[in-house]
């Protein structure tokens, strides 16, 4: 697979671990220097602006993209020559969407978690066949990567939809493995005999 764009979606926060900033720096200079764009949130607090500001300091393209309501609060990245303002969180996934060609996950909380969740959800309905990745810093995502596996075993998930999450602690990697991969054309249903 191509990529021009990967969207990453990750905290408005910094969270407690130094880490976390460190490897949003790392994926920042790492996309500049693959020449990848980065697609995100279009804020300039956390992780999402210490990411911004490692694509562009390394000479990157940025795409931010926000809801005016959050431009309101004062949180979006002015530093953008590329900073789209839509109405609403939902046209603000859907255009994330459009604009990336694969999508990572660095740490982060509620929003970062569910819009991971919603492009991966897309992804085992057959709404779009591209990549999706964690990156797993300091154990961060262990938790959620161990209740995908109980899912599976439960039979809530398939074994093949499961490998739709790809997971790494290297940045690098991370990019490499989405790069080469190959999402599965499948149904999502289990049993399509259950209602």
């Known amino acids: 697979m191509t990529l021009k764009r990967v969207c990453v979606y990750c905290g408005s926060s910094s969270g407690d671990d130094p880490a976390y900033a460190g490897a949003a720096r790392e994926l920042g200079a790492l996309l500049a220097q693959r020449g990848l764009g980065l697609v995100y949130g279009g804020g300039r607090v956390g992780l999402m602006g210490t990411i911004a500001d490692a694509v562009l300091a390394a000479g990157g393209n940025v795409i931010g993209v926000i809801p005016e309501m959050l431009v309101k609060m004062e949180v979006a990245h002015l530093g953008l020559a590329d900073l789209r303002v839509v109405g609403s969180m939902h046209e603000r996934k859907a255009l994330m969407v459009e604009l990336a060609d694969a999508f990572i996950a660095l740490p982060g909380g509620f929003g970062t978690l569910e819009e991971f969740s919603e492009v991966l959800t897309w992804a085992q309905l057959g709404l779009h066949r591209k990549p999706q990745g964690l990156l797993n810093i300091a154990g961060y995502y262990d938790p959620l990567l161990a209740f995908f596996d109980r ?45």
């Open 151 to 195: 899912a599976v075993a439960a039979n809530f998930i398939r074994l093949a939809h499961r490998g739709l999450v790809i997971s790494e602690t290297d940045p690098a990697r991370l990019l490499d493995l989405l790069a080469a991969a190959q999402p599965p054309h499948l149904h999502k249903w289990i049993d399509r005999g259950q209602t």
